[in-house]
């Protein structure tokens, strides 16, 4: 086999993948497209006229970028919770469905990087975080650490989809030892990422909201709950969506992580709660701020309220028998918990490590609309990505997207698959 | 065949719509090359310029600075004083929470003034306690008042700065005569350090910053308070532009009270080693272990 030109085939047949089906698949695409498009103009502006646009201050010096950075780093650590089962325990059902947790590691990834990127006050000089290029402050800064574990989380994974992709394009069965090894340190360097986002608040001594040892276990399991919840939500519209044949079984596995995953993040949360309001004393500010309110200000106790019913209903629905036999039930739970993690995670992780400032002063912060505008473009960017790994995968897997030999003159779109 | 070369058409279509779309939303940068030249973006870190590369930047920062704000200043490159280990205490028992050091510090450094930016914030705190928690720097009275005593805060120069640890790419770091300094022409704007101070001794320029001409202070230093670029971090550098020439701070010379005292730790006879030895001292979250070297002291 000539990769030479087999591979430039794979990737011209699927660019034509990508670009090629029915109208609801233009409809979400265009739809997607404008949303990333509005973000980067807002992204634009803000390079221009400086980070001042955005709500942010020397008070709350990070906001929902950072917010959604550490929420979307979880979600590509959780999307080893389909990886784990289909390697380690060889849950065939789930060998087969694999891929898009993959995917939505390659998308999550780049969406965190996104975020971090949005986040720089001089994203011209982004090149001094390179290694060998800038000056890599390594190992004392966590932040390189960050730099080196996403990174390479990223090209791990986009070599395993990219490897088991193009074998199955080629027609050919993957050989395990260009895959198996990958996988098994893409299951470990899943927990670093989160890890090593997690050490990068809780490392900090000043701000005492962070600085907790169950930080980590936290963000954790956490992201052990919203990337199945994502993945069960994913493999139903991919199911009924592209008419793509996937069991029960997967879904049932992942609800099955689920259960025991919402459970333990909230009791975690409540570990947490427990620890800062029965010892008191000023360390207690910014939990009670998050939760209570403090001297009048109180914007984050709707958010972190929201949170915490949603992941309790989720919880309750998930244990419920009704669940396991109806799906819909299930769906709902997943969507209530993503959601309920999103703002545990983000808004109401980050905000209050900055209210009460280090000095006590109470200065809130409240998105706006720039910075509403760049986070959807991202998150916008992030579901064009997967929308088409997804879709591509799709139509190799069922076998509309494979090779031809030199022979057959592949000008001749192939039919394509009505996504 | 018809109905391919259709789709082919529409398909070409929309990428050019799509294209035209994204130069339209990245269409606000346009703007940005206004105040960005390529030998700014390809300047290397502080420490690897050369003294002509050094030469060539501060020539090149000058003529920024009367383009952009049209002031004539110079910028040099003050390098520390070898056997000169700064500190600095503040007499609390004496500060009446005039603010006069942050005015000073504001005029000196060159701040923003639409936003009257200062590197020190000054906290009013009840009598009979120190916690910050009880404190607040939105007093608007006439000052000493009763029942209140008065805290300055600024950067505290610390000897094991968080600041410093969690800079990914080495943007500020610590002096050898003790001073904690940041590379506006490198740092890229992340604010992790803003996040690891204890002392919210950290700014951040969240907008270009606006101040007439005749308002600038021309005496400038690379390191210290020539007007910092957009999207960068800034901090206290113990006037290190004055302070390496044998002056003192700013804010000292401004204190109407005496509460200040600046100088070479390692001189035996100068004032701050007599504070150091003679007074009751503490420093400011202590039991962070980031070792300031700045100091608060009482007289009695």
Known sequence: ?419 | MEDASRRTTLKALGATLGAAAFARAMAPLAAWPEDLSIDELLQRHYKELSRDDMVRVLRRLEQETLDQYGAVVTIDDVRPIPEVQFGYALNLSVCVGCRKCAEACHVENNHDRATNQSYIRVLEIKNGSVDLAMGTVDYDHAVPKKGRSYMPVQCHQCDNAPCVSVCPIEATWKEPDGIVVVDYNWCIGCRYCEAACPYHARRFNWHKPEIPAEEINPDQAYLSNRVRPQGVMEKCTFCLHRTRKGRLPACLEACPTGARVFGNMLDPNSEIRWVLENKRTFVLKEDLGTRPRFFYFFDK
């Open chain 1, 1 to 419: 086999m000539n990769h030479a030109r087999s591979y430039p085939a794979f990737l011209r047949d699927a660019v034509g993948v990508a670009t090629d089906g029915g109208w609801p698949f233009y409809t979400w695409m265009t739809l997607l497209t404008a949303l990333a498009l509005v973000g980067v103009n807002a992204w634009a502006q803000q390079v221009v006229g400086g980070m001042g646009l955005t709500a942010m201050s020397d008070h709350v010096s990070w906001g929902l970028y950072i917010a959604n950075f550490t929420f979307t780093v979880g979600l590509a650590a959780g999307a080893v919770m389909m990886v784990i089962p289909a390697y380690i325990y060889k849950d065939k059902a789930m060998h087969d469905v694999v891929i898009v947790g993959e995917l939505l590691a390659v998308a999550a990834i780049l969406m965190a990087l996104l975020f971090v990127n949005v986040d720089l006050g001089r994203p011209d000089r982004a090149w001094h975080l390179m290694p060998g290029l800038g000056r890599f402050h390594w190992p004392v800064s966590m932040l390189t650490w960050d730099v080196v574990v996403l990174g390479g989380y990223l090209l791990i994974n986009l070599h395993i989809c990219g490897y088991l992709l193009y074998t199955r394009f080629l027609g050919r069965r993957p050989e395990k030892r260009w895959y198996l090894p990958f996988v098994m340190l893409s299951i470990a360097w899943a927990v670093s990422i989160h890890t090593v986002t997690a050490f990068l608040f809780s490392g900090l001594g000043g701000r005492p909201f962070w600085n907790t040892a169950i930080l980590a276990p936290r963000f954790i399991v956490s992201a052990f709950v919203s990337g199945p919840a994502f993945i069960v939500l994913a493999l139903q519209v991919i199911r009924r969506v592209a008419k793509v044949p996937i069991p029960d079984a997967p879904l049932h596995t992942l609800l099955g992580i689920l259960r025991v995953t919402v459970l333990l993040n909230l009791f975690f949360v409540g570990s947490e709660v427990f620890t800062e309001f029965y010892s008191g004393g000023s360390h207690t500010a910014s939990a009670s701020y998050l939760f209570l309110g403090l001297h009048g200000h109180n914007a984050l106790v709707p958010w972190i309220w929201t949170a915490l019913a949603f992941n309790s209903v989720a919880a309750v629905i998930l244990l419920s028998a009704r669940a396991k036999s109806q799906l819909w039930l299930a769906d709902i739970a997943c969507a209530l918990t993503f959601v309920g993690v999103w703002i545990e995670k983000g808004m109401g992780l980050i905000i209050p490590g900055f209210v009460p400032s280090t000095l006590h002063e109470l200065v809130e912060y409240m998105p706006n609309e720039l910075e509403w505008r760049v986070v959807v473009g991202i998150w916008a960017a992030g579901l064009i990505v997967f929308t088409l790994g997804i879709k591509i995968a799709v139509e190799i897997f069922a076998g509309r997207m494979r090779h031809q030999l030199p022979a057959a003159e592949p000008d001749e779109p192939q039919a394509a698959g009505g996504v």
